[in-house]
């Protein structure tokens, strides 16, 4: 199957960018690379773009389509957390601009054996590096009740959370849960029959939050984003493009903790902590699809583009 990916806010990433021609970028959920083929388009023989992803089918399309950009870009297999320190040991000591997009690209969706989807009746997996030994199936069939809860609640935010979790421990007593079919049957059971009319498909919110779990995506988002923040180069910037509220909220806390961090109480005259801002928030309120990007890519309704500029050299944030 083709990868196919829709690159979500790719206008108003590519703008809030400000791509230089002869300055290093680093697309750290490269994909289908359909940002990066936007900035390298921009760059001189000068500029470079790195390209990081986990997952080999989108390295493999990517390196395909920025094929005739390859003197300026260099392609990885990593997971973005790893960017930074990877790009370190290149002897790179710095980035004009770092592009995150967080979402599962539409290929990880619709190809059915990769388990990302409801809507398939294929083999639990979810996994974004398929190296990785954790899969959605691993989790089903051997988290405690408890964790699962935890995991349904807090990262799918799904009210029946523990009745789902309830239900997944007394199936899989019985057999083994593999499919993702037999995930679905067992959702639907354990959610009250009035509660399934509308609202989308009962297991949607279960299956984000074993996705996050899986990946541990919310764990790397919030490791990774002070020490890109702290490798951008005066005036470079970070972009960031979200799909659910518990993602966009950590970008939201990083960036503005990375403006102002300082500690000290407000009855304290001057500062003594010490901590000094690291720039300023381009986006106060984030930037939203348009009508006919909504129109044209219905799974782009849910993403948010936030900025983050680096303080520049001898300026005040």
């Known amino acids: 199957m083709e990868f196919k990916h829709y690159s979500v806010l790719l206008r108003e990433t590519i703008e809030q960018l400000q791509v230089k021609p002869d300055g290093i970028y680093l697309d750290g959920t490269l994909g289908g690379g359909g940002h990066a083929l936007e900035v390298a388009k921009k760059l001189s023989d000068r500029g470079r773009l790195f390209g990081v992803d986990q997952d080999e089918a989108a390295i493999e399309a990517a390196s395909k389509r920025l094929e005739a950009y390859g003197g300026r870009v260099m392609i990885l297999r990593n997971n973005y957390r790893n960017a930074v320190a990877v790009l370190k040991e290149l002897g790179v000591d710095g980035v004009d601009g770092i592009v995150l997009d967080l979402g599962v690209s539409s290929y990880q969706f619709d190809t059915a054996e990769r388990g990302f989807s409801y809507r398939h009746d294929t083999a639990l997996d979810m996994r974004m590096d398929q190296r990785s030994p954790l ?8 988290y405690p009740e408890s964790e699962l809860f935890h995991i ?20 899989r007593e019985k057999k083994e849960i ?37 990946n541990h995506e919310l764990e790397v988002l919030r490791d990774s984003l002070d020490d890109m923040i702290a490798f951008l180069k005066p005036g470079g910037r970070i972009c960031i493009i979200t799909f659910h509220s518990l993602e966009d909220r950590i970008v939201k806390t990083a960036f503005r903790i990375n403006e102002s961090p300082c500690i000290c109480p407000p009855e304290f005259p001057v500062c003594t902590c010490g901590r000094v ?19 044209m890519n219905s799974r782009s309704k849910s993403a948010k583009l936030r900025v983050f500029e680096r303080e520049a050299a001898g300026q005040e944030p």
């Open 152 to 171: 349904i609640k807090n990262y799918g935010e799904e009210p029946f959370a523990k009745n789902i979790a309830k239900h997944i421990v007394r199936e």
């Open 135 to 142: 899969s959605a199936k691993e989790i089903v069939n051997g």
């Open 178 to 214: 593999t499919t993702t079919f037999e995930l679905n049957e067992i959702i639907r059971n354990a959610i009250p029959a009035r509660m399934r009319q509308g609202g989308g498909h009962p297991s949607r919110r279960t299956y984000q939050a074993l996705r996050i779990e899986c």
């Open 277 to 295: 801002s690291k720039g300023r928030v381009i986006t106060k309120k984030p930037i939203l699809p348009s009508a006919e990007e909504l129109e």
